[in-house]
């Protein structure tokens, strides 16, 4: 079978959902290679800043692994901001979306949030913003991590002269995380922590 007989989903067979379920399992296999092309891409978004996108999330992403951070850290800083070509209002929930399935609850709240703490830096030199939207997460569980995660590798990754880790030693890391069984309670940990930044980690990388 190379399509399904169908043209509404109703009229769908037994063996067109069992084609089809086969089909998507070997389509989510190259999920990690579709982000990394949409990474690319990201040379193609918002520009005005001295760092292009792409160059943000290396550095993000780069900062995040000389700092000792476990994988589900560094995939979710090289990721965080994926949503700006496509969700340029709630980029944020868009790359969350991308990563809930496949990371540590920990870190897909603070992806899907960030926007708001980013707010802290630049909230007051605009009309109509609140530079003090983090505030409504302040009881949240992961609240410090979120700031922790802006302040470390977010707000300060827009140096053109700091010296990213090229997109190609992210895609074993892409791979591992986006090979994991999806909503995996092993890989979700509800309620866990993880520490942002690991010294003895750090000092062997």
Same mark, same amino acid.
């Given at each position: 079978?190379?399509?399904?007989?169908?043209?509404?989903?109703?009229?769908?067979?037994?063996?067109?959902?069992?084609?089809?379920?086969?089909?998507?399992?070997?389509?989510?296999?190259?999920?990690?290679?579709?982000?990394?092309?949409?990474?690319?891409?990201?040379?193609?978004?918002?520009?005005?800043?001295?760092?292009?996108?792409?160059?943000?999330?290396?550095?993000?992403?780069?900062?995040?692994?000389?700092?000792?951070?476990?994988?589900?850290?560094?995939?979710?800083? !090289?990721?965080?901001?994926?949503?700006? +070509?496509?969700?340029?209002?709630?980029?944020?929930?868009?790359?969350?979306?991308?990563?809930?399935?496949?990371?540590?609850?920990?870190?897909?709240?603070?992806?899907?949030?960030?926007?708001?703490?980013?707010?802290?830096?630049?909230?007051?030199?605009?009309?109509?913003?609140?530079?003090?939207?983090?505030?409504?997460?302040?009881?949240?569980?992961?609240?410090?991590?979120?700031?922790?995660?802006?302040?470390?590798?977010?707000?300060?990754?827009?140096?053109?002269?700091?010296?990213? !880790?090229?997109?190609?030693?992210?895609?074993?890391?892409?791979?591992?995380?986006?090979?994991?069984?999806?909503?995996?309670?092993?890989? +979700?940990?509800?309620?866990?922590?993880?520490?942002?930044?690991?010294?003895?980690?750090?000092?062997?990388?």
């Amino acid at each position: 079978m190379e399509k399904v007989s169908f043209t509404q989903m109703k009229n769908g067979t037994k063996e067109d959902y069992e084609f089809l379920k086969e089909h998507e399992i070997d389509h989510t296999r190259h999920t990690a290679k579709r982000l990394l092309k949409a990474l690319v891409d990201l040379d193609e978004s918002l520009s005005g800043y001295q760092v292009t996108r792409l160059g943000h999330s290396l550095q993000s992403a780069t900062r995040a692994w000389r700092d000792g951070a476990d994988i589900d850290w560094v995939a979710s800083a !090289l990721l965080h901001d994926i949503g700006d +070509i496509y969700a340029p209002y709630n980029h944020d929930e868009y790359a969350a979306a991308i990563l809930k399935p496949f990371v540590r609850e920990q870190c897909s709240w603070v992806v899907q949030t960030h926007g708001d703490f980013q707010m802290l830096y630049y909230g007051h030199h605009l009309k109509g913003f609140d530079q003090h939207k983090r505030e409504r997460h302040r009881d949240h569980p992961y609240f410090e991590d979120n700031a922790e995660f802006c302040e470390r590798w977010d707000q300060a990754s827009f140096d053109p002269d700091y010296e990213n !880790l090229p997109l190609e030693f992210f895609s074993p890391i892409l791979e591992e995380v986006f090979s994991r069984k999806a909503y995996d309670p092993d890989t +979700i940990r509800a309620g866990h922590r993880e520490p942002l930044a690991n010294p003895e980690i750090a000092a062997t990388r």
